[in-house]
């Protein structure tokens, strides 16, 4: 059973029952979900990026019952999220995006309040509030007087403290600095090493690409890419630079080598895929120098995000998930 | 309903609820003492016809008047700085409860838990009740408490007297489920609010207008302050259709908050 499984999630706003169709008859509905399938397997960190406005927090919504889906089925640990949202917030963790909290509230307070609902206790509160550096003197203050990033910080320890199942977290890092930020990545490796699933949406590539186990690409409400980031890294381009001292290898017709410039002894190309050939092409070569710049995920995500039509950068992605577990991953045009 | 938010919902509102039992404690308080104190004073310059039948006319909605502890009583309920100071709580509490919170973000914060929507809805109505219940307690208190100071308390009903209690939890009852489905169907507080202070606005000067104007009676039963006449019931002559009026308007207005809240889409806050 996958933690997370939707098949043609499709959710669209206006034009809904009698006063959209007297009132805005005329105007085109929001589109902001479109046949979304995907699978998030328990047990993994998934990441779910996308711009602004690409639909990453209205399918949060869906999975969370906030949102009736247009078309198409969205079930959380293998139960149905239109019509056991109950039973699904029970097992789930949810930390929405800029996190609203009860200002008249103290932290303690407020925890308390949040995780009397749940029939689990708060098993976590203690290993949280000490990672993220949530003191007793914090807590006793009420929450309006909290930065930005105390907010986030008690925005985590709510989401996460009855040890649930499955962590949604809309953009959880946030407002943290970076120590936090990095108190943050652990608790999430203790999460998958217990076998905990984390679904979160990120605009930050570098926590992507450091804690997720795949990702998922939305834009305009569409699946682009699913893949696993070791994957989707492995197909960047990489930069490659070398400096020899002597006759540079000849590097025509070697798998992935691309832009092949050669100036004064320095030798600049890009390569792409399997890095072997390459390292054999230039076997022997007089090689003073190399550097090969490692593949950023930031460059497999701006070229999702580039402006092209959604059938290109579908094709792309249909490219892109080639050779991958196709039963749980699902590339939509 | 959920014990949590509603032990939450009324500690949240605990000074609020206060403040509007001591205002509406106090003016109920005053006016026995008024009535005791210039009550005869007042009824004969009104026989001595120096106004004609204007204070009559204008003691009409609900009977209300200082000069026989009956008018006290309803003008104690039906007064415009009555209603005011309850609806701070029969109309401000569902604001806040739903469109409030739905505005500030925090109702997803809630709705993140294992709570349905119903449950949510089901608890903002049991609080609005109470705390209508808990302020027009302290109206009734603080009119007994006149009556027994002032030595009034023979003139008294104790039975009529907790009829327009009842009476009057029932209207506000009604005020607050129709301010609970406008709080739910809207995401901001602003339309909600609108709409829910027109309701009352108008209605108040449809029974007002209606009493003042007799061509206008016609239109009286189109208000909701139409269906509480506390004078009558302190006088043993009000009609119950009036609470089947109100009861029927309030269970209207609850089924379609229950229907409408867990349907509709919550999108992100913003």
Request: proline share 5%; net charge neutral; aromatic share 6%.
């Amino acid at each position: 059973m996958n933690a997370i499984e939707t098949v043609g999630l499709t959710k669209r706003y206006g034009l809904h029952g009698a006063f959209g169709r007297l009132g805005r008859g005329r105007r085109d509905p929001v589109r902001a979900l479109e046949e979304v399938t995907l699978a998030v397997r328990p047990g993994e960190i998934f990441g779910f990026l996308g711009p602004n406005g690409s639909g990453k927090s209205t399918c949060i919504r869906v999975l969370l019952g906030f949102l009736h889906p247009t078309a198409g089925a969205a079930r959380v640990l293998g139960l149905d999220a239109e019509r056991d949202g109950v039973a699904i917030r029970a097992r789930v963790g949810y930390l929405p995006g800029g996190i609203a909290l009860y200002d008249g509230m103290t932290g303690a307070d407020l925890l308390d309040y949040l995780g009397s609902f749940y029939d689990r206790p708060p098993a976590l509160r203690t290993r949280l509030l000490d990672g993220l550096e949530l003191a007793a003197r914090d807590l006793s203050r009420p929450v309006r007087d909290y930065s930005r990033g105390m907010r986030q910080k008690l925005g985590i320890v709510q989401a996460l403290q009855h040890d649930p199942e499955l962590a949604i977290l809309d953009e959880p890092s946030e407002g943290l600095d970076p120590l936090m930020q990095r108190a943050f990545y652990e608790i999430l490796d203790e999460r998958r090493a217990a076998g905990r699933t984390v679904f979160l949406s990120s605009h930050i590539l570098s926590e992507v690409e450091r804690v997720c186990d795949r990702v998922a690409i939305v834009r305009r409400g569409r699946l682009v890419a699913l893949e696993e980031i070791g994957a989707l890294l492995a197909r960047r381009r990489r930069t490659v630079e070398m400096r020899v001292d002597g006759p540079p290898p000849s590097l025509t017709g070697v798998p992935g080598v691309t832009d092949v410039v050669v100036v004064d002894g320095h030798l600049r190309c890009h390569l792409e895929g399997d890095v072997r050939p390459f390292l054999a092409a230039i076997a022997g070569a007089p090689v003073s120098d190399l550097t090969i710049e490692p593949a950023r995920l930031e460059e497999a995500f701006l070229e999702f995000y580039e402006d092209r039509e959604p059938a290109e950068a579908g094709a792309a992605a249909a490219g892109a998930g080639a050779g991958d577990d196709r039963d749980a991953e699902r590339t939509e045009q | 309903m959920s014990a949590i938010l509603l032990r939450r919902t009324l500690a949240a509102g605990r000074w609020r609820l206060l403040a509007v039992a001591a205002g509406l404690a106090t003016w109920g308080f005053m006016l026995c003492a008024v009535y005791a104190t210039f009550g005869a004073e007042i009824r004969r310059i009104v026989e001595g016809g120096y106004f004609g039948d204007l204070l009559d006319a204008l003691t009409a909605i609900g009977g209300g008047s200082v000069f026989t502890l009956g008018g006290s009583v309803a003008l104690s309920f039906i007064h415009p700085v009555s209603i005011a100071l309850v609806a701070v709580l029969a109309i401000g509490h569902p604001m806040a409860a739903l469109a409030g919170e739905r505005q500030r973000g925090t109702l997803e914060v809630l709705l993140a838990r294992p709570i349905s929507r119903r449950r949510v809805y089901g608890t903002a109505l049991a609080a609005t009740d109470l705390f209508v219940v808990g302020v027009l307690a302290a109206n009734l208190g603080g009119v007994i408490a006149g009556a027994t100071l002032f030595d009034v308390a023979d003139e008294l009903r104790l039975d009529r007297l907790l009829l327009v209690w009842a009476n009057a939890v029932l209207l506000y009852t009604t005020v607050g489920a129709l301010a609970l489905a406008a709080s739910a169907t809207f995401d901001r507080v602003a339309p909600a609010l609108g709409i829910v202070v027109a309701v009352a606005i108008t209605s108040y000067a449809v029974e007002l207008l209606g009493a003042l104007w007799p061509e206008m009676a016609g239109v009286r039963p189109w208000s909701l302050f139409h269906y509480f006449q506390p004078a009558e019931i302190m006088a043993g002559v009000a009609s119950p259709m009036d609470a089947v009026a109100l009861a029927g308007i309030s269970v209207a207005a609850i089924s379609y908050g229950l229907w409408v809240f867990p349907r509709r889409d919550l999108a992100a806050p913003s």
